[in-house]
């Protein structure tokens, strides 16, 4: 089974990048499942309802989320009611919505994904290695397909991470830092890993924002109010893929495009 992975969407430019690459993506690769982490799909800050419906219109099977989640208040009208999307695992009891999912395709095929958020300069939730063997432990009896979303700052609780899960799901990829690394192997015990997909959104800009603000935060120490660069794209994503019998993998593969590439054939 193949899963398509497209990591942070950010923006206008962002979800350019998805409506131009996936088409493509599609027929080259035929995933069975599409996620996306949608944290900062709205104008780098959240995500709306409509954005989730236009992801979903375009073939996404599930949206994953980080600590931008609550960014923009329209999630309070829909993630309660949203079975296909999650944020991470590992805030307090009672927070809205969920932080896993049992996606289904058109096949009949189950997918869980589960989203968890890293401590290290991040707000301190709960510990996310004690939240996903909870939830592993709930899940493992009847689910073979785990995909796991770790949004996490440091490099260090990424690849910690990955070895911790190592053998007891199909992937633990990396989110938040916006940056692709090229660390992406499969672990001895048949885990995909990567510590970060990569963002998807203006290439130009510092990590989908709009760089003269963020230049003159770092020049000057004042308060700046950042926005999404509307600029040309840069698209990253992983596919990866499972065995149908273990459920684990057998091969992760990155994706890193350009708009001022040619990318339609
Ligand atoms: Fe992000
Ligand atoms: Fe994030």
Redesign the pocket.
């Known amino acids: 089974m193949r899963i398509l992975f497209i990591g942070?969407i950010v923006g206008g430019s962002g979800r350019r990048a998805v409506k131009a690459m996936l088409p493509e993506l599609k027929k080259k690769y035929d995933p069975a499942f599409i996620v996306v982490n949608g944290?900062?799909s709205a104008g780098g800050r959240g995500i709306t309802a409509q954005i989730a419906k236009e992801l979903y219109e375009q073939g996404v099977h599930g949206i994953t989320m980080?600590?931008?989640t609550w960014d923009n208040k329209d999630i309070f009208n829909f993630i309660d009611e949203d079975d296909r999307m999650v944020r991470p695992a590992n805030y307090p009891p009672g927070t809205p919505g969920n932080g896993y999912a049992v996606l289904k395709n058109r096949d009949g095929k189950e997918l869980v994904i589960v989203n968890v958020m890293g401590r290290s300069f991040l707000p301190p939730l709960d510990c996310p290695f004690q939240t996903i063997d909870s939830i592993l432990d709930k899940l493992k009896k009847k689910h073979k397909y785990v995909f796991v979303d770790f949004?996490a700052e440091a490099t260090s609780e990424k690849i910690a991470m990955g070895w911790h899960l190592d053998g007891k799901v199909s992937a633990v990829v990396g989110?938040?830092t916006h940056v692709q690394t090229h660390d992406e192997r499969v672990l001895p015990q048949g885990t995909a890993y990567v510590t970060d997909v990569g963002m998807t959104g203006a290439r130009d800009g510092v990590l989908g924002m709009e760089r003269e603000a963020v230049l003159h935060k770092f020049r000057t120490q004042l308060p700046v109010r950042f926005t999404a660069d509307e600029g040309k794209w840069q698209f990253h994503a992983v596919v990866v893929d499972v065995d149908n019998d273990t459920g684990l993998a057998k091969r992760i593969e990155l994706i890193r495009r350009f708009e001022t590439e040619a990318v339609f054939e």
């Open positions: 942070d944290e900062n980080g600590n931008h949004h989110t938040h």
